[in-house]
């Protein structure tokens, strides 16, 4: 069972930065694309920023500019600096892995709450 833990979110004022974490249960070279999506209530969960293990990097439109995913292999790790943070990103954060076979699946963390005060 893959566990995917997040930190490092919380309260912070509009223009500042925060840094996400997600620490995998195990090689994130096993999973075939990582991410950040984010949810408001009553909205759909949308993708923040994302990449495949061939090398793509996805951001959302609202974030290109502000934020950078990155990731450190040895930690088994995953990192989204927010830099610039607006009141709208607000949102619980949560990171997502896939794999492609043999079977298609997606994996979650339990999200962590980014509060942007203006």
């Known amino acids: 069972q893959v566990q995917l833990v997040e930190s490092g979110g919380g309260l912070v004022q509009a223009g500042g930065s925060l840094t996400l974490s997600c620490a995998a249960s195990?090689?994130?070279?096993?999973?075939?694309?990582m991410g950040w999506y984010r949810q408001a209530p009553g909205a759909q969960r949308e993708l923040v920023a994302g990449?495949?293990?061939?090398?793509?990097?996805n951001y959302a439109d609202s974030v290109k500019g502000r934020f950078t995913i990155s990731r450190d292999n040895a930690k088994n790790t995953v990192y989204l600096q927010m830099n610039s943070l607006k009141p709208e990103d607000t949102n619980v954060y949560y990171c997502?892995?896939?794999?492609?076979?043999?079977?298609?699946?997606?994996?979650w963390g339990q999200g962590t709450q980014v509060t942007v005060s203006s």
């Open positions: 997502n892995a896939m794999v492609l076979a043999p079977l298609v699946q997606h994996y």
């Open positions: 195990r090689s994130i070279f096993s999973f075939n694309a």
């Open positions: 990449f495949t293990n061939g090398g793509i990097t």
